[in-house]
């Protein structure tokens, strides 16, 4: 490839997605017209460290386990899958009850589903233990998070605990 003359080490790094200072220079005398005036020493790319980064352990926290039934509620919504079920779905949600580990699946043609199968949800597993939900924990997305369903949950007394994004283990049993 053609170059122009006040092309340096660092560009070249980054036109060949941070390519390693050393191997540059050995690459410098194998390619015909690069020529790397400057050489830095102590070469420092944001995007390598930032690529370099790596997420700490996440620990579990069994502390925050529920101790009896419906105390806490774990909820995802799965993203569109490749093939749609016979009715039409693409989508499903999952309730998952804490203490018990019991999970009820729905699906959905469409995420904004997610309040009403929430309420059938509610409506079957109250009825059948004679319980109330307490908590409902999800991550941060749309489907969970609107007007209709924070007016809904406050109506029945029911504490809504979100993960912060990106974090998929903050929701980790249901993830």
């Known amino acids: 490839m053609a170059k122009s003359s006040n092309e340096g080490a660092t560009l ?4 060949l997605g941070d390519f ?4 540059l220079k050995k690459l410098e005398n194998m ?4 020529n790397l005036k400057e050489m830095p020493l102590h070469h420092v790319c944001e995007a390598c460290i930032e690529g370099k980064h790596q997420r700490t352990y996440f620990p579990k926290d069994e502390a925050t386990r529920a101790s009896k039934l419906l105390e806490l509620v774990h909820s995802d919504v799965c993203e ?8 039409g779905a693409h989508y499903f949600v999952t ?6 580990r019991k999970t009820h699946v729905y699906l959905l043609k469409a995420k904004g589903e997610v309040f009403n199968k929430f309420k059938a949800y509610k409506a079957l597993v109250e009825n059948q233990i004679g319980m109330k939900i307490k908590t409902l924990r999800s991550d941060n997305r749309g489907e969970f998070v609107s007007k209709k369903f924070d007016d809904f949950l406050c109506e029945c007394g029911i ?6 994004p990106y974090t998929p283990q903050q929701n980790g049993i249901v993830e």
Request: net charge positive; aromatic share 10%.
């Open 20 to 23: 390693n200072m050393a191997n």
């Open 159 to 164: 504490e809504r605990q979100t993960s912060a």
């Open 80 to 87: 569109p899958m490749k093939t749609t079920s016979r009715g």
């Open 31 to 34: 390619v015909n017209g690069m």
């Open 95 to 100: 309730f998952i009850d804490d203490f018990s």
């Open 12 to 15: 070249w790094h980054q036109r």
